[in-house]
């Protein structure tokens, strides 16, 4: 899951990236307002974290601007305001929740956690498909409830699915979602992951839908037919 921070207090964002870094998201940051409109207008995010006091353009005016232009990306507004005026204009702009400064880490994890399920579709913290299950609040993957271990890429990519589950997803969604801005990335890489991640989970649950990408999806161990 990719996340953009848009705040212009460098140590708060210096802070909130470790913590998401440290927590499996990918993260792009930007310290004004005027870069963070041009990245999430350009860029695909699975979330945004949006201070409303930004300098060159305000997170009020950034925002009206990404849904007047219809991006429907998730977004987390921070305010060190407490008026009830300003979190209501932050929502009716499209926020999806808010966070008043300061806050516990922990908690903005857990907004953002809920803001990118109910995006997905998806309403509970633990993922599940047939045997298969991820949660994203301790970042465990077990199959028939044996723990499965994967490298940070792998289960980065394998959330991705999860929160996707049936959608056939190209490698260069897959790419886009787990990488940040500044990574070299290589969509060629993500074959080997996905191979790693079916041979780590055991079950035929990762298909290959020739031509078009990847599809997590379960239909018993006869599910077989369109993996590569």
Same mark, same amino acid.
């Given at each position: 899951?990719?996340?953009?921070?848009?705040? @212009?207090?460098?140590?708060?964002?210096?802070?909130?990236? @470790?913590?998401?870094?440290?927590?499996?998201?990918?993260?792009?940051?930007?310290?004004?307002?005027?870069? !963070?409109?041009?990245?999430?207008?350009?860029?695909?995010?699975?979330?945004?974290?949006?201070?409303?006091?930004?300098?060159?353009? @305000?997170?009020?005016?950034?925002?009206?601007?990404?849904?007047?232009?219809?991006?429907?990306?998730?977004?987390?507004?921070?305010?060190?305001?407490?008026?009830?005026?300003?979190?209501?204009?932050?929502?009716?702009?499209?926020?999806?929740?808010?966070?008043?400064?300061?806050?516990?880490?922990?908690?903005?994890?857990?907004?953002?956690?809920?803001?990118?399920?109910?995006?997905?579709?998806?309403?509970?913290?633990?993922?599940?498909?047939?045997?298969?299950?991820?949660?994203?609040?301790?970042?465990?993957?077990?199959?028939?409830?044996?723990?499965?271990?994967?490298?940070?890429?792998?289960?980065?990519?394998?959330?991705?699915?999860?929160?996707?589950?049936?959608?056939?997803?190209?490698?260069?969604?897959?790419?886009?979602?787990?990488?940040?801005?500044?990574?070299?990335?290589?969509?060629?890489?993500?074959?080997?992951?996905?191979?790693?991640?079916?041979?780590?989970?055991?079950?035929?649950?990762?298909?290959?839908?020739? !031509?078009?990408?990847?599809?997590?999806?379960?239909?018993?161990?006869?599910?077989?037919?369109?993996?590569?």
């Amino acid at each position: 899951m990719r996340i953009l921070i848009v705040e @212009d207090d460098e140590a708060l964002a210096r802070q909130m990236r @470790d913590s998401l870094v440290e927590a499996g998201y990918a993260v792009d940051h930007a310290t004004d307002g005027e870069d !963070g409109h041009f990245l999430g207008d350009t860029e695909p995010y699975d979330a945004v974290v949006l201070d409303l006091g930004l300098p060159v353009l @305000d997170g009020h005016s950034i925002l009206k601007r990404w849904r007047s232009d219809g991006k429907v990306m998730p977004v987390l507004i921070l305010t060190a305001r407490d008026g009830w005026t300003d979190k209501v204009e932050g929502l009716d702009a499209g926020a999806d929740d808010y966070l008043t400064k300061p806050f516990m880490m922990e908690e903005l994890l857990a907004r953002l956690r809920a803001l990118i399920r109910r995006a997905a579709g998806q309403a509970s913290a633990t993922l599940t498909i047939g045997p298969l299950t991820l949660d994203t609040r301790s970042g465990k993957v077990s199959v028939e409830g044996k723990a499965v271990k994967l490298t940070a890429q792998e289960f980065k990519l394998l959330a991705y699915m999860m929160h996707h589950q049936g959608k056939v997803i190209s490698r260069t969604e897959l790419t886009e979602h787990i990488y940040d801005q500044d990574f070299d990335r290589d969509s060629n890489t993500i074959e080997v992951f996905v191979n790693r991640i079916r041979k780590k989970l055991g079950i035929e649950i990762v298909h290959t839908v020739r !031509g078009l990408g990847y599809q997590l999806d379960w239909q018993g161990e006869g599910a077989s037919a369109r993996t590569a």
